[in-house]
């Protein structure tokens, strides 16, 4: 009898401990289950396309070239976001953000020597911590800061399509 009460109080323990084991693990990862947001897919997708060359007035939809219009419009469509083709157009899409407020995912505006100082030529997506992931010249898809240099000095306005 007294070796049957044994082994019960063990196999109780060993199923207690189990079980704290499991949902334990549960509360201490909440999230490691959790699915990414939109707009870190978004981030993800346009990553993939990291160095894919630049080319002014690259076709929609296309995946070998882009410019920067056109490689917002294809990374947020891939994710269910439509936009206009045109930098210039996407601008008007979605709600203002401050420079102040700027959150991961939302599309950046700049003039450049094309489209003369303070109105819109080129257009990228805010990643956070001072960085755009855009595309433009020689390094083609690529990320920049925002925070001094060119794109500092070039900064129109922002918008908030997600």
Known sequence: MMLKQKFVKQAVTVGLSLSLLFTG???????????KSQVDKIIDTGDDFMGVRYKFG???????VFDCSSFMQYIFKEHGVKLPRESRDQAKKGKHVSRSNLKKGDLV??????????????????????????????????????????????????????
């Open 109 to 162: 505006f700049f003039s450049t020597r094309k489209s003369g100082k303070g109105k819109i030529g080129h257009v990228g997506v805010y990643i956070g911590n001072g960085k755009i992931l855009h595309t433009y010249g020689k390094p083609g898809v690529t990320i920049s800061t925002i925070k001094s240099g060119w794109w500092d000095d070039h900064y129109i306005t922002a918008r908030r399509v997600l």
């Open 25 to 35: 693990a549960m509360v201490i990862h909440p999230g490691a289950a959790q699915a």
């Open 58 to 64: 690259a076709p929609s939809g296309s995946d070998k």
